[in-house]
Every structure is written in structure tokens, then in C-alpha cells.
């Protein structure tokens, strides 16, 4: 790999100046993080370990000293253009036009492995990891509010099996719990079996607006509990109405997901874990976790002077399983099952309570093994209120992104024949799209992000990826016209930045975008 490479021709110069064999000096040259205020050099030597005395207290005086003075032993050459110092370090930085020239060489030459064949990578030791995301409530239409969970999910999925490690990909599925008896009764109420088969989840949709209004209501109440009810004890008319709606939901989200480049390993789900939560209730019993409340519920208890200050509720009064007693279930499930290094869960920040008490009552549960669990998070896409039907639908904005795309190319002068343009017009609009989202992820809650959606198309970000497709279509090699592209789209993503970084390419690179690989 190119960096590999630069710390070499580094280590080779030092290597003379030092007396010190050049293989010991690679592992001192650190690459510098880029950042987005300031500019930086490329690589830095830490004066302090190639030293050999560096805990005296003398030497933590004069470190800046050596430094400058190493500095002035060093000379610029073909590779480094530029030789300054920090406090106890001296920086590097790469002649610009190899750095492009040798990038783009290695583009070439690896293809969509491009990146992941460094041998700072060769030591990395090769993990099984479970990865949860996207997980959308079944029987509701797929909308913005999932895209944030699948697009970063996804994106971590493909950097861990493009460095070698063996990954699980889950669609954990919201697919039990007392709305879905609100919702059978919604559509005993206001169903249609046509249009259940011509639009399903749309109709389900519409039908659970509808029912939702009328939700307050205790005969309503009444009815989606007896619902549920039928349906945990596997009534065979309810089990089989709700089976429609899941299988209904899984067609069409993996139809988005093909639409996304998105696929998954296993669909799983809660109602998996429906009668295993009864065992998990047990074992808090067995060890002497579960307590019982005066109002009849089963709480963990959580806190550190076991006060129940701070406690988890797993059971309801009626001995009913909840939400994190079947996450507490599927987590035990999914290690037995695949015996795992790491299990990574990708969901807003609303849910970091869940997660931490999650791991929490696996480790008293004596699965050591819940040290290895992440939740990793992310700012809540606000504005999604699905029971008053105020949300966006994500198909809805891939088909709009797409449509405007078509009208720009078609209306811009520049504009060069292209033998699909709907194909490409979606693949740019869904570029565009997921480098959007990769900018603006945040642990922060989003309130502007679905404004930003719908307004994407019509920014200045479509018309230069319009331009660069045109620049594109003439014949060159394919994986310089994706680096065109992309530097075009990060100028205009992110104004400062004047040349494609690594970690902004692998937003690209890694999700597969096949037209511009």
C-alpha cells in the first residue's frame, strides 16, 4: 500500500541520519489524523521512541530540542516535500503529486480491494462478529428513520469483511409486542384482504393511523389486548394473520434493500425469542436476580448498593415477557448459535439505557462474554411520528432523488450520451445520498436531517455530480473516474476539503457502488 510505502522511503532517510535499521523505525512513523481546521503533515516521528533513555527528566525537557535538531539533519526528496516539528515529534508531508499519482496507480491495480491489502493490516487477528441493524417494526412501511441504522450498519459490515473478519449480518425484526394487537384490530376493523395483497404495507399503513385515533378508547384497549393475548397462546386465526403481515414486510424491505445494496445473513426477530424469554425469566430466578414488585412485576436489580435505585423491569405483572427479556434471550441465542468475538448492535441513542442495562444483566447473568457487546448510536431522525402518520417514506425520496437526477442530466449542456441513464441516475442519487448520511452522523439527535433529504436533490451537490458523470462517460480507466467523481462530491459535501481522504472514499468503496468501481 501507498502508506506503506511513504513510511519506508521515511524510515530509509531517518535510517541513515539515526544509525538504526530501517524495520525498527517504521513502527515510530504514525500517520497524522487528518483534520478539517487545520492543515497537517502526513507522518510524524515521535522523538521519544527511537531515544534510549526517554523517561529521564531532562530528555522530557529536550525533546522539542532534538527534535528541530533531528529536523535539520533531514532533507526534503522525491517523496517529502516538507520536514517541520511538533512538541518531541517531527512531521512529514508527502509530495502531493506522487501522493495522487501513487493513490491512483494502486486503485487500479487492487480494484474494490483497494485499501484493504496493507500490511499494517497483516496482524490484525481475524474475528467472527455479529452485526444488528436496520431492524424496522414489520407492517410498516420502510421510511427515513431506518436509513441512518442500515446505511452505517451496513458500511461497518463491509469494513470488517473487507479486512478478513467473518461477519453475520441481522435484521433483528420488530415483530411482536402489543401494537400488533392493535393493529389486528385495526384490521378487523378497517382491512382490506385486496388491498392487503395489491399494497400491503401501505394498507397496513393507513389502517394503523386509523386505529391509532381511536386508541384511547377502553373497548379499543380491550379488544388489541384480547388480540395479543390469542396470539401468544397461537390462536391459528391470529398466528396466521399476523405470519401475512411479516411475510408481507420481509418481501418488501428486501426489495429496498436491493435497491440500497443491502443484504442480510439472517432475519430474525422477537417473536423468535417469545417463549425462550420464559426461560431467561428463569434463570434470573435460579440465580437470584429477578425480584418482584408490590404491583406484581419482575425488576433486575442494577444498582451498586443493591437499593434498587436503579433497576430494569424484564417481566410484567401477568408474567409476560418485555422487550429487553427477549433481547436478553436473543443475545444468549446468537452466542450459543455462533460463538462470536463480538456482537455489534447499530440503533439511535434513545436506546443507550436499553443497551447498557442489556449488557449489564448479562454480566450478572455470569456471561462474560457481554464485555465484547457494542451498541454503537446515533443521533434520532426526529419528526418521524409513524401513529399520525407523519413520516417520510424512504422509497418516496429514492424515487424523487432519482427523478431529478434524470431532469439534470437531461437539462445540462455538458451532458454526454449515457447507455442507462435511469441506472446511473439512481446509483449517483444513492451515492449522494449515503455520503450525506456518513457526513451528518452524529450521537446528536437530527432534527433537520429529513429536510435535508427531501431538499438533497435540488442542491448544488447533484449538479456537480451531473458534471462529473458526463466527465466520467468518456472513455478512462474506471477507478479514476470514481475518484473524480468522489473528490466532486466531497468539495461539495464538505467545502474545505480539497482532495478525497481515505476514510471519505471508503464511504463510497465500501458500499459497493459497482458503476464507479
Known amino acids: 500500500m501507498a502508506s506503506c510505502a511513504f513510511r519506508r522511503s521515511i524510515a530509509s532517510q531517518l535510517s541513515k541520519v539515526l544509525d538504526l535499521p530501517p524495520e525498527n523505525l517504521i513502527k515510530s512513523i504514525s500517520a497524522v489524523p487528518v483534520s478539517k481546521k487545520r492543515h497537517v503533515a502526513d507522518f510524524q516521528l515521535s522523538v521519544a521512541s527511537v531515544t534510549e533513555d526517554s523517561s529521564s527528566e531532562s530528555l522530557a525537557q529536550d525533546l522539542h530540542l532534538q527534535a528541530q535538531k533531528l529536523a535539520e539533519r533531514l532533507k526534503c526528496d522525491a517523496v517529502v516535500s516538507e520536514i517541520s516539528t511538533g512538541p518531541g515529534t517531527v512531521n512529514f508531508t508527502i509530495n502531493r503529486e506522487l501522493l495522487a499519482k501513487t493513490v491512483l496507480q494502486q486503485v487500479l491495480k487492487d480494484g474494490s480491494e483497494y485499501g484493504v491489502k496493507s500490511e499494517l493490516f497483516s496482524t490484525v487477528p481475524r474475528q467472527k462478529a455479529v452485526i444488528e441493524f436496520s431492524s424496522p417494526n414489520i407492517a410498516k412501511k420502510f421510511h427515513i428513520g431506518h436509513l441512518r441504522s442500515t446505511i452505517i450498519g451496513n458500511f461497518i459490515a463491509n469494513l470488517k469483511a473487507a479486512l478478513g473478519h467473518e461477519v453475520i449480518r441481522m435484521n433483528y425484526l420488530g415483530d411482536w409486542g402489543m401494537q400488533f394487537g392493535l393493529l389486528g384490530v385495526g384490521f378487523q376493523c378497517f382491512g382490506n384482504k385486496e388491498k392487503l395483497k395489491s399494497s400491503p404495507l401501505q394498507h397496513l399503513f393507513e389502517v394503523y393511523v386509523q386505529i391509532n385515533k381511536e386508541a384511547d378508547d377502553e373497548n379499543v384497549k380491550k379488544l388489541a389486548k384480547d388480540f395479543f393475548r390469542k396470539l401468544e397462546e397461537h390462536d391459528e386465526q391470529t398466528l396466521s394473520l399476523w405470519k401475512q403481515f411479516r411475510d408481507f414486510s420481509i418481501e418488501e424491505y428486501i426489495r429496498i434493500y436491493k435497491r440500497l445494496g443491502v443484504h442480510f445473513d439472517e432475519y430474525s426477530g422477537e417473536s423468535f425469542y417469545q417463549e ?10 435460579d440465580k437470584g436476580l429477578l425480584q418482584k414488585t408490590v404491583k406484581g412485576t419482575g425488576v433486575v436489580d442494577l444498582s451498586e448498593k443493591k437499593d434498587l435505585s436503579l433497576f430494569s423491569t424484564v417481566m410484567r405483572s401477568d408474567g409476560t415477557s418485555l422487550y429487553i427479556t427477549r433481547d436478553l434471550a436473543a443475545a444468549i441465542d446468537r452466542m450459543n448459535k455462533h460463538s462470536c468475538d463480538t456482537m455489534i448492535y447499530v440503533t439511535d441513542k434513545t436506546q443507550s439505557n436499553h443497551f447498557q442495562h442489556l449488557f449489564q444483566i448479562l454480566k450478572l447473568m455470569g456471561y462474560d462474554w457481554a464485555e465484547r457487546c457494542q451498541h454503537v448510536s446515533f443521533g ?45 441516475a439512481e446509483k449517483v442519487g444513492l451515492a449522494a445520498l449515503i455520503i450525506q448520511v ?13 429536510h435535508l433529504i427531501i431538499s438533497l436533490a435540488g442542491t448544488e451537490l447533484f449538479k456537480v455530480v451531473e458534471i462529473q458523470v458526463c466527465s466520467c462517460s468518456t472513455p478512462m480507466p474506471d477507478s479514476i473516474g470514481m475518484m473524480r467523481f468522489c473528490i466532486s462530491l466531497l468539495r461539495i459535501c464538505n467545502p474545505s476539503t480539497s482532495s478525497a481522504t481515505s476514510s471519505h472514499l471508503a464511504v463510497l468503496q465500501l458500499w459497493h457502488i459497482k458503476p464507479f468501481l
Open 380 to 424: 434520532l431522525v426526529q419528526g418521524m411520528k409513524t401513529r399520525r402518520g407523519e413520516v417520510i417514506f424512504l422509497e418516496d425520496v429514492l424515487n424523487e432523488v432519482r427523478s431529478r437526477m434524470l431532469q439534470n442530466m437531461a437539462s445540462a449542456k455538458t451532458t454526454k450520451e449515457i447507455e442507462d441513464p435511469i441506472e446511473t
Open 438 to 450: 456518513m457526513l451528518i452522523y452524529s450521537p446528536r439527535t437530527s432534527g433537520a436531517f429529513c
Open 276 to 285: 425462550k424469554s420464559q426461560e431467561v425469566l428463569k434463570m434470573l430466578e
